[in-house]
């Protein structure tokens, strides 16, 4: 897997297909998927949370979900061409686990927002198991969390505590978790739920549902500003690095 980086920040050069295919090395060795979002927000915000950026590291799958991402690439000479949208990805993570008859635990988000993405998703994928669900806003100890989750022993658990808390969540647990795929999935839950309507067809065909949410979500809007000031920041690291490796 080939992987490049964005102001220190490491980013496989990946695919939703490619991803899919490593599923079964996974789910049928006892081994870890860790398939972490790596957007603008979380490289320019992580270097206010180093443990972010070691996990994201030591993370098997680092997924450009942004097109921001795609666009320094782009400027940059790098390989990355496509988007890997964390709540695409997902669904291709359920239609999976339904394909094949696997597990999946919810964690996050309001009470009745998972709760409802949990019947939505019983609908939908009625061949899956659906282990479990924990709300984000539960007085169960982080202890108590970790239990209940391994005692479900899911294939999949998606974590939807919003950055930086689901990165840090899963720094800090991964380790003690009895399941095989990881994804933190942001607001994926609230659209499941139907809570919230992802963008119309051409906002997502033309890669710009970031701009559609953050336009319609006020608590978004700040991604709007975020845009310009990363590619600034990631094209200016780009020079200094090149300066760097040419003067030593």
Do not use: C
Not at 10 to 31: A, E, G, S
Not at 151 to 157: R, V, W
């Amino acid at each position: 897997m080939t992987t490049e980086e964005i102001m220190g920040v490491p980013i496989d050069v990946i695919t939703y297909n490619d991803i899919i295919n490593d599923l079964p090395n996974y789910l049928h060795n006892d081994k870890k998927m860790s398939a972490i979002s790596v957007n603008p927000q979380i490289i320019v915000e992580g270097q206010n949370h180093s443990e972010i950026y070691d996990f994201i590291e030591k993370s098997t799958h680092r997924i450009p979900d942004g097109i921001g991402i795609v666009l320094v690439s782009k400027l940059t000479g790098g390989q990355i061409k496509e988007r890997v949208a964390g709540i695409e990805l997902m669904v291709r993570f359920l239609d999976y686990a339904n394909a094949y008859g696997k597990s999946i635990f919810l964690y996050g988000a309001k009470p009745e927002v998972v709760a409802d993405a949990a019947t939505q998703i019983e609908k939908d994928y009625p061949n899956l198991t659906l282990s479990g669900q924990i709300d984000g806003y539960t007085t169960l100890s982080e202890k108590e969390i970790i239990k209940k989750i391994n005692q479900a022993k899911p294939d999949f658990l998606f974590v939807a505590l919003g950055f930086p808390k689901q990165e840090k969540w899963l720094a800090k647990n991964i380790s003690r978790l009895d399941v095989s795929v990881f994804q933190d999935v942001g607001g994926s839950f609230d659209v499941l739920s139907g809570h919230v309507k992802r963008a119309p067809q051409f906002f997502i065909d033309v890669h710009l549902e970031w701009l559609y949410r953050s336009v319609t979500d006020p608590k978004r809007f700040k991604r709007i500003l975020q845009l310009p000031v990363f590619v600034i920041k990631s094209l200016f690291w780009k020079v200094r690095t090149k300066n760097d490796k040419k003067n030593s």
